[in-house]
C-alpha cells in the first residue's frame, strides 16, 4: 500500500470519531476496504485499516452510532475479521458486547453484517469456544428463526453460517443439542422440500456433520430422535449436489454408522465409495465436490463406518485398507487425521490380518508409542495387540477341560465394562468383596501398559462379567477383553443396565443365549447381587481365600423368596435351552452325511457339531439337576410342595 492510501485511511479514522462525518467516513471506509473484491486486495487493505486503529472507533459506532453508520462499520468489521489473524486482535478488544447487543434489540438493517462478524470469529479452533460463551448461541437461533426485515435470507445464511463454525468443537457441540429442534424448525422451509436456498441448506448440512463429529454415542441418539437423519435423507439419496451429497454422507457415516442392519447403510456401498474419493483428494491437496477436505474428516466417517459387523468387509474390499495405511505411516500427518485412521484400523483388526499392506503393523507399532495424542496411541496398541491374538488364534483352543482347570486356578473374577456404566460396576466390585471374592477392575489395578494387564487380568480370571450395552459394543477396548476371554473359554456372566438393550452385531454372538442378570433398579440390586453370586458358584468360582463356594452362604434368611423366584424362572430357561439343544441333536441325528467320494470332512465336522451339542445339554442337565435341589431345599423351609 502507497503513503498516499494510508493517509486517507488515518483521515478516514479521524472522521470516524466525529459523529457529524462519521455516517460518511464509514460508507467510504467500507467501500475502500472491500477495493476490487480480490483476496489479496482485500487482506492487504483490511491489515492496512486495523494497523491505522480503526477497529477501536468502528466499535465504538456499533454501541452508540450514530445508526446510520453501523452498517458501514460492520460491513468494515467483517471485511477486516476475514484476515484470521485479526479475528483474535479485533475480538480481544471487546467487539463481542456490542454485537450481541445489536442482535438482541437493534436495527434490523446491521444484524446481517453482525451474524457475519461472529461467523468469522469462530473460524479459528482456540476461537470457537471464546465466541460461544460468550452466550451468543441463542441470539444466532433467534435470527435463525426470525430473520429481519432486512436482507432476511442473507441474515439466516450468516447466522446459520456462524453456528456451523461454532459447533465444530468438541465443547460446544453438546451444549448445542438444546437449540436443534428449533434450529430444525427454522431451516426446514429452505430444504429440498421446501423453497430450497442451496446457501442456507448446504451450511445448515455443515453444521449437522460438525455437532456429529463432535458427540457421544447418547448424543448422537439425541440427534437421530430430533429426526435428523430423515431431514438429510433426501440430499444423500438423489445426489444432485455433488458438495451436498458429501456432507450428508460424512453425517449418515457418523450418525449411523455404528448401527448393524440400518437401511441407509445395507443399500450399496457408494457411501463408502464416496468417502474414499474425499481421502483421495484430501491426501492429494485436491478439491472434491467444489470443496476442500480436512483428511480427518472421510477417515472420521470410515473409522464410524467399520464399528458396523457387515461394513468391515465391505471398507475392506472397496479397497480402503491401502490409503488409511499410507496416512498413518506417514510421519508428518496431523493429529486428527491419524487418530482416526488407526481407529480404522483397529476396528478393522477384527476382520483381517492386515497382511495385505505390508506396512500396516509396522505403521501400527510406530504411533503406539510415538502417536500424536493417546487415543491415536490407543487404538494403535489395540490393533497390534488384535493382530497378534488373531495369530494366536491359529493354534487349537483350550479344551474343556483345560479351560475347567484354569478358573479352578482363577485368581480372581474380572469385570470388563465400559466407563459410562462405571458406577454400576464399582458397585458390583464392592458387593462381590464382601462375599469373599477377589474382583479385579481397571479402576484400581490398571498397570502402564493397559494391553498387557488387561491380557494378564483375562488369563488369571475364574469367570468374566461383562456389560450387556451398546457403549460396550461400539468400545474396541471392551471388545478386546470379551473376545479374549471367549477365546480362553472363561465363564461369562453378562450383566444388562438398560432392560431394553437387545444386543447385536458381536456382541450378541458373544453373548450367545447366556443368562444374562438384569440389574436396572438400585433397589434390587442386592436381589441380584445374590443371583450373581450363586452364578459364580454354579461355574465353580473360588473365594479369595480359596475355600470352596458354598450356594447357600452369602444369602440371608430374608433373599429365599427371591432365590424361590429366581430358581423357577432359570429352571424355565434351562428348560427351553435344554429343548433347543433337543432339536439341534435330532437335525443332527438324522442328517447323516455318507462317508463317500470325499465326505469324509462333512462327516467329521457333522460329529465334532454333535460332540458339542451332548455337551452342552449335559450341562445343562447338571444345571437343572442344581435347580431342582435347591427348589427341594427352599420347599423344606417353606413347608409347601412346587408344582
Not at 450428508?248 to 445395507?266: I, W
Request: charged share 25%; with cysteine; proline share 4%.
Amino acid at each position: 500500500m502507497s503513503v498516499t492510501e494510508e493517509q486517507e485511511f488515518q483521515t478516514l479514522v479521524q472522521k470516524l470519531q466525529e459523529r457529524r462525518t462519521a455516517n460518511d467516513a464509514a460508507r467510504e471506509l467500507a467501500d475502500k476496504v472491500y477495493g476490487d473484491g480480490t483476496d489479496t486486495s482485500l487482506r492487504a487493505r483490511a491489515q492496512l485499516v486495523y494497523d491505522v486503529g480503526a477497529v477501536p472507533h468502528l466499535i465504538a459506532i456499533l454501541e452508540s452510532g450514530p445508526t446510520e453508520a453501523m452498517e458501514d462499520a460492520a460491513t468494515t468489521l467483517s471485511n477486516i475479521t476475514t484476515v484470521i489473524e485479526l479475528t483474535e486482535p479485533v475480538f480481544d478488544q471487546g467487539v463481542l458486547p456490542p454485537l450481541m447487543a445489536i442482535l438482541r434489540n437493534g436495527p434490523e438493517h446491521v444484524k446481517p453484517g453482525v451474524a457475519n462478524i461472529i461467523r468469522n470469529l469462530g473460524f479459528l479452533e482456540h476461537m470457537k469456544r471464546k465466541v460461544f460463551v460468550g452466550g451468543v448461541m441463542p441470539l444466532l437461533v433467534k435470527l435463525l428463526r426470525e430473520g429481519c426485515d432486512v436482507n432476511n435470507e442473507y441474515a439466516k445464511e450468516y447466522a446459520i453460517s456462524a453456528l456451523l463454525n461454532l459447533a465444530n468443537h468438541k465443547n460446544n457441540a453438546p451444549a448445542m443439542l438444546e437449540y436443534l429442534t428449533e434450529i430444525i424448525a427454522s431451516v426446514q422451509p429452505y430444504g429440498p422440500t421446501g423453497s430450497y436456498n442451496a446457501d442456507i441448506w448446504t451450511r445448515f448440512l455443515g453444521f449437522v456433520y460438525n455437532l456429529s463429529a463432535h458427540l457421544n454415542t447418547d448424543e448422537k441418539a439425541r440427534m437421530r430422535d430430533a429426526g435428523i437423519i430423515e431431514l438429510v435423507k433426501p440430499s444423500f439419496e438423489t445426489r444432485d449436489d455433488p458438495r451436498s451429497f458429501v456432507v450428508a454422507t460424512l453425517c449418515v457415516a457418523n450418525l449411523l454408522g455404528h448401527l448393524e442392519n440400518h437401511p441407509l447403510l445395507t443399500s450399496d456401498v457408494s457411501m463408502i465409495e464416496e468417502l474414499l474419493r474425499v481421502l483421495h483428494a484430501s491426501m492429494d491437496g485436491d478439491w472434491y465436490a467444489d470443496a476442500s477436505w480436512d483428511l480427518w474428516a472421510p477417515l472420521q466417517g470410515l473409522a464410524n463406518l467399520s464399528i458396523n459387523e457387515a461394513n468391515k468387509k465391505l471398507i475392506i474390499e472397496a479397497g480402503a485398507l491401502k490409503p488409511v495405511v499410507a496416512v498413518l505411516a506417514n510421519r508428518e500427518t496431523e493429529a486428527r487425521a491419524q487418530q482416526w485412521a488407526a481407529k480404522v484400523l483397529s476396528n478393522l483388526s477384527f476382520a483381517t490380518d492386515l497382511k495385505s499392506e505390508p506396512k500396516a503393523e509396522e505403521a501400527l507399532k510406530f504411533v503406539a508409542e510415538h502417536g500424536t495424542t493417546a487415543e491415536a496411541r490407543e487404538y494403535a496398541k489395540l490393533a497390534v495387540f488384535q493382530l497378534r491374538q488373531r495369530r494366536e488364534s491359529q493354534k487349537p483352543a483350550p479344551s474343556v477341560a483345560a479351560a475347567e482347570a484354569a478358573t479352578a486356578r482363577g485368581k480372581h473374577v474380572m469385570l470388563s465394562y465400559p466407563w459410562t456404566h462405571q458406577a454400576l460396576f464399582v458397585w458390583i466390585k464392592g458387593y462381590l468383596e464382601k462375599q469373599g471374592f477377589s474382583v479385579w477392575m481397571d479402576l484400581d489395578q490398571m498397570s502402564a501398559s493397559v494391553l498387557e494387564s488387561m491380557a494378564a487380568a483375562v488369563e488369571d480370571s475364574a469367570a468374566v462379567i461383562f456389560c450387556l450395552s451398546d457403549d460396550y459394543k461400539l468400545s474396541e477396548a471392551c471388545r478386546t477383553e470379551g473376545e479374549y476371554a471367549y477365546r480362553l473359554k472363561r465363564p461369562m456372566i453378562p450383566v444388562k443396565p438398560d432392560a431394553s438393550y437387545a444386543a447385536d452385531g458381536w456382541l450378541g454372538a458373544l453373548c450367545g443365549n447366556k443368562l444374562y442378570f438384569e440389574l436396572t433398579n438400585e433397589a434390587e440390586y442386592e436381589a441380584k447381587g445374590e443371583e450373581l453370586v450363586r452364578e459364580l458358584v454354579r461355574h465353580g468360582v473360588p473365594r479369595a481365600d480359596g475355600a470352596a463356594a458354598s450356594a447357600g452362604a452369602a444369602i440371608a434368611p430374608e433373599g429365599k423368596e427371591r432365590e424361590l423366584k429366581s430358581a423357577l424362572l432359570r429352571s424355565e430357561r434351562a428348560e427351553e435351552e435344554v429343548k433347543s439343544l433337543q432339536r439341534k441333536l435330532h437335525q443332527l441325528e438324522t442328517s447323516g452325511v455318507p462317508v463317500t467320494q470325499g465326505a469324509a470332512q462333512g462327516a467329521s465336522s457333522t460329529d465334532q457339531r454333535l460332540q458339542q451339542v451332548l455337551a452342552d445339554m449335559e450341562q445343562i442337565n447338571q444345571r437343572l439337576q442344581g435347580i431342582e435341589g435347591r427348589l427341594s431345599q427352599v420347599e423344606r423351609k417353606r413347608g409347601c410342595t412346587i408344582l
